[in-house]
């Protein structure tokens, strides 16, 4: 499927973001972060459309998209649920609150929920050990979890989706 061409806006902000560089591959993340925000997802259509408009391989901009977790190749969920998983967190709960993320909306890690609602990704750390265990959907940071409190925080969620940082 052919992914229309960026938008004027779009087309505006990243010209700005390039205009701050000093070279079009030091602009590859933000323009990546602005066609995620165009499109939802960074699926080989786009990844060439932002290739092209930087004039950089696109083989150098798919291993930036492959090589950031922060990136989804397919389109994903209202909210993205990021999960960690990493020593800090395992150690204070956190498969137990990714198992309790499973169990309420019915997902495994990188699915997305039939209404389209909650992509669940299990994460090797987002850096907030101390708070342990944690999760990150948009820019809001869900600390010191339990797995009770899960279906209650997915239900706000649910209420008020967060969208995903730009």
């Known amino acids: 499927m052919q992914t229309a061409p960026l938008s004027d806006a779009a087309k505006q902000k990243l010209n700005a973001v390039l205009s701050r560089y000093p070279n079009a591959m030091a602009a590859c993340l933000p323009a990546l972060h602005l066609a995620r925000a165009e499109y939802g ?10 290739a092209d408009h930087l004039a ?17 190749r397919e389109p994903s969920g ?22 309790a993320v499973e169990r309420e909306l019915g997902i495994k890690p990188g699915q997305t929920t039939p209404d389209g609602c909650f992509t669940l990704i299990e994460e090797e750390c987002l850096a907030a050990c101390a708070n342990a265990p944690m999760m990150i959907c ?9 797995p009770e409190k899960m279906p209650e925080l997915l239900a706000e969620l649910r209420q008020t989706p967060q969208t995903e940082l730009v």
């Open 41 to 50: 997802h960074l699926g080989d259509d786009v990844v060439k459309l932002v």
């Open 78 to 99: 209202q909210n993205v649920l990021r999960v960690c998983t990493n020593i800090s967190c395992m150690l204070r709960g956190g498969y137990e609150i990714l198992g």
């Open 138 to 146: 948009g820019a809001r940071y869900f600390l010191d979890l339990v």
């Open 56 to 72: 950089l391989p696109v083989a150098h901009v798919h291993g930036v998209v492959t090589f950031y977790t922060m990136f989804r």
